[in-house]
């Protein structure tokens, strides 16, 4: 019998990967760089559904009707080409070679053309949901050519989440549209998890409301708008007691975050085309800061605070939640914004309606939000801005008090917000009439005849500034 796919890379998320299309009756063939991986694999869960063991690379292929579907699971970087310079050879023209890793997607534009030169399909996918996402239906964010999507998609829809019936999976774009949705939305993760972060620091520093209590008060933000898995899980983490100690477990955990770089290259990519997503950059930069122990600690001791004492209004929780909320849909509008800058720069018709879509359910910055920004984007009329969709306008109309109030007391008490703050920057310069630019400009012009426009006549023009300061109409240099 031959198998629908092969998977080589077995590590927990490829192993359920293939697991997860096992049972969904799709007969999968299994292979790993040591095959003692593949057995642990079926000595476990090998009655799951119909799997066929390889020890070799060409065994893997041998087993596979065509066109032939091989799913890589490996290390983003050299191991995912060393992985295609071993297949390669061994497949024929129309065979798909699939990564479902967190792949930068620069890499799998340039692997997609060379290996569509041999006419071999590589597709980027994205996944997203973590090990138990993979396993029982994660979210899946497909890119490379149409076609080979017609040969992969109805197996990765079977085996992506579902909401109401509908899979969390389709084609997103060419090439590598598929990585790049994904990575943006990692961008936005990071942002959702620092929001939920600076809401907390501000809810124990400014209110002295301990994790315990938090914790309910989570559960309770999780029955409203803010409703999400990232939500959720924060109220579990902060209601976890170490059992060593029998402190609140984030009281023992060190206060430096991790990370494993689609954050960071999220906003190299955002840098690049130029695309303001500031609550992802600073939600990037404030895990950087978060990590630099030795600074932190000399920094606690030699700089001053001169906090300011500010009475705690009791609507100050509800303020939070408020402000978490105002400037998650800030995030999203932001990481949304920049797909449609990628879009125009790499040719990929992106559709933020489907884009959305996806992330209702399996991936990790799922939300109760998302059914509503899908909705948004599949209207007629298309917002230029997900904050101009007229449900957002409202809703952040409502909580601008709130979020006005909550930065300005985490300031006055030396709470760092950075992407709460930062969101707020970014709407206020959304919706300002005359910002500071006007002056960076004039800047600009004197001391490098950069030029600048004028807001009553067309052309670009330069102030002699080292002469008489008369104003001549000029080449725009930028
Ligand atoms: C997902 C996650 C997943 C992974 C991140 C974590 O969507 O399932 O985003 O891809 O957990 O890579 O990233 P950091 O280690 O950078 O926080």
Redesign the pocket.
Known sequence: MSAHIGVTGLAVMGANLARNLARNGFTVALHNRSVEKTDTLLEKYGTEGDFVRTETLQELVDSLEKPRRVLIMVKAGKPVDSVIEQLEPLLEAGDIIIDAG?SHYEDTRRREAALAKKDLHFVGV?????EE??LNG??IMPGGSKESYMALGPLLEKISAKVDGEPCCAWVGTDGAGHFV?MV??GI??AD?QVIGEAFDLLRSGAGIEPAEQSKIFTEWNKGDLSSFLIEISAEVLGHVDAKTGKPFVDVVVDA????????WTVISALELGSPVSGIAESVFA?ALSSQAAQRKLGQEMLAGNEVSVEIPETFVEDVRQALYASKLVSYAQGLDMLTSAAKEYGWDLKLDEIASLWRAG???RAELLKDITKAYAADEKPANLLFAPAFTKAIADALPAWRRVVATAVQLGIPVPVFSSSLAYYDGLRRKRVAAALIQGQRDLFGAHTYGRVDAEGTFHTLWGEDKSEIEAVDTH
């Open positions: 967190n994205g996944v997203s949901g973590g996402g993979a994660p979210s994904k939305h990692n993760e990071y998890m975050a991790g990370q494993k770089g689609t954050g960071r895990r991936c990790i910055i």
